[in-house]
């Protein structure tokens, strides 16, 4: 079963706005991570954010962590066409294989 | 550094046929992974190697889909005989673990069509 569940499932916005995605998950975790997927292609690792952390940033993103609500966002700042692409959250418990959530689907208009 | 590399990148069957994928994971890492991403989900993992044993096989088919690991490098994936609901994208990963943390690189994948 996948513990992390992202919305919204898909979201459109123009170029320039931000875009936030939510990811929520069921067990205790060592960390989340999100990770991007163009159509067609690879996963690529965006950041990772332990359990001790609550925000974290890396150029164009921010990310939180809140434990208590087992609940973490990604924003995305002054989007770009280019960051048209799938979002996923993915959790670390321990076992050290993650367990991915269902994705959110970003358009970026240009 | 090189990154995961994956092949075929496309594949047609029929069903009931076998098939079988590869994977070359960045060099000096122990950790491999295959997952299966079904159109419109997110990736489920299949099977986890640490050098040349698993560590995880919960989640793998066993009746249907096998793999291994020699010498803790290169994997195959293999499926036999294949069903319609195989039909999916099958991504290797290999990670290292450093400082506590351990950070997956995914290959581009293979993407399945049983037919």
């Known amino acids: 079963s996948q513990q992390g569940e992202e919305d919204p499932q898909a979201l459109s916005i123009q170029e320039g706005e931000n875009a936030t995605m939510n990811c929520s998950y069921k067990?205790?975790?060592?960390?989340l991570q999100w990770y991007r997927q163009n159509s067609g292609r690879g996963l690529v690792h965006l950041i990772l954010?332990?359990?001790?952390?609550r925000e974290k940033h890396s150029g164009r993103l921010r990310v939180t962590l809140d434990t208590s609500k087992k609940s973490s966002s990604l924003l995305i700042t002054a989007s770009r066409a280019a960051d048209t692409a799938s979002y996923f959250c993915?959790?670390?418990?321990?076992?050290?294989?993650?367990?991915f959530g269902s994705g959110t689907r970003l358009q970026v208009q240009p | 550094e090189a990154g995961v590399a994956q092949s075929p990148r496309y594949k047609i069957i029929e069903k009931r046929q076998s098939v079988a994928f590869w994977c070359n994971p960045i060099s000096g890492h122990a950790t491999l992974y295959w997952y299966q991403q079904i159109l419109g989900q997110g990736p489920k993992l299949l099977i986890q190697f640490q050098n040349n044993g698993v560590v995880d096989d919960s989640q793998l088919p066993k009746d249907r889909f096998s793999a291994e690991r020699l010498k803790g490098v290169d994997s195959t994936l293999k499926i036999q005989p294949a069903k319609l609901e195989d039909s999916a994208v099958y991504l290797c990963?290999?990670?290292?673990?450093?400082?506590?943390?351990?950070?997956?690189?995914f290959g581009p994948g293979t993407r399945l069509t049983v037919l």
């Open positions: 990963a290999s990670s290292s673990f450093r400082g506590g943390t351990d950070t997956q690189y």
């Open positions: 067990t205790s975790i060592n960390n």
């Open positions: 993915a959790t670390d418990t321990g076992r050290r294989a993650l367990t």
């Open positions: 954010i332990r359990s001790n952390e």
